[in-house]
């Protein structure tokens, strides 16, 4: 359940701070002022914050207990989509070993690695489809028995474009940004990769070496890896209107309440991501496909 509180949102070890504010630190709390009151949290009790208003100050020995803590937090620009976040230095006493350990992974591992994670991006884009009753699901339940290792013959890309015509239409385009659609799901993606973000810091990996994804510009190649069967859940969210013009910013930072399965539990998504990236990278340490758990959620 989520606590409005004038402009300062809690929900379940998330906080938001939608009003221009002073935030600072003192004795293991963090402290919100405002023009006439004052709020207080501990910072044990907060997992994600994140700033959606660029009139909010913040002290640099909050900043400093934020990363301390291990402390997601997600700043956003004028229109409170999603910008940047803070990254600790130092994240893991193991890093160099874990980085060397990652950036040595031989190209045929992560070809089989990487035909996992598309088969299961597929077999979740396939539910969507069913579930919605279009009969372009046969064509995924094809591409799901020709999937390479590295996914050499695209069936990702092959996929991806019948599927978004068949659940939002013909005419729609992942590049069309007057397209409010896009904005929905762009914010949704921003949410789940931040998350990964951290899980991979937290982890002594790097964002930046990816599996599949090797863009020389992008910081987080891993961790778009890493987040790609978990977008149709948030397709699924705009698809059915749940997540819409009037509410998506919200709806997609509640997400992370919702219960999922993973390795046959039940938990909240925010906990089952935590689990989801630390068997990827066990994948990865122990050159095992079977290490990795997928996360299982309604559509």
């Avoid at 379940?12 to 009151?37: A, H, P, Q």
């Avoid at 640099?60 to 934020?66: Q, R």
């Avoid at 092959?158 to 939002?168: D, P």
């Avoid at 397709?235 to 993973?262: C, H, P, Q, R, T």
Wanted: aromatic share 12%; proline share 1%.
């Amino acid at each position: 359940m989520s606590v409005w509180k004038r402009g300062f949102v809690m929900s379940f070890r998330t906080i938001v701070v939608k009003n221009r504010c002073k935030l600072e630190y003192s004795l293991n709390y963090l402290i919100c002022r405002g023009n006439d009151d004052e709020k207080r949290i501990l910072l044990d009790e907060i997992d994600f914050l994140i700033i959606q208003n660029t009139g909010v100050s913040i002290t640099c020995a909050l900043m400093s207990m934020l990363v301390e803590k291990k402390i997601k937090v997600l700043f956003c620009d004028s229109k409170s989509n999603p910008q940047f976040e803070l990254t600790p230095y130092y994240n893991n006493f193991e890093t160099y070993r874990k980085i060397m350990e990652q950036v040595s992974v031989d190209k045929d591992f992560k070809g089989e690695l990487w035909k996992r994670i598309v088969h299961e991006k597929i077999r979740n884009e396939w539910r969507l489809l069913v579930r919605v009753g279009s009969e372009n699901s046969s064509k995924l339940e094809g591409y799901l028995k020709e999937i390479e290792a590295d996914d050499s013959s695209n069936r990702e890309g092959h996929a991806a474009k019948v599927y978004f015509n068949s659940i939002f239409g013909t005419g729609f385009s992942r590049g069309n940004d007057e397209d409010e659609r896009n904005a929905f799901l762009n914010y949704g993606y921003s949410i789940l990769v931040s998350l990964i973000n951290r899980e991979i810091k937290m982890a002594g990996y790097l964002t930046e070496v990816g599996i599949h994804h090797r863009g020389e510009t992008n910081s987080f190649n891993f961790s778009y890896d890493i987040v790609e069967p978990l977008r149709t859940y948030v397709d699924s969210f705009v698809v059915s209107g749940k997540a819409n013009a009037s509410n998506y910013k919200g709806f997609f930072i509640y997400m992370l309440e919702n219960k999922v399965f993973i390795n046959d539990k039940l938990m909240y998504l925010n906990n089952a991501i935590h689990v989801y990236v630390q068997s990827v990278i066990s994948a990865l340490s122990k050159k095992d496909v079977n290490e990795v758990k997928f996360i299982e959620y309604e559509l």
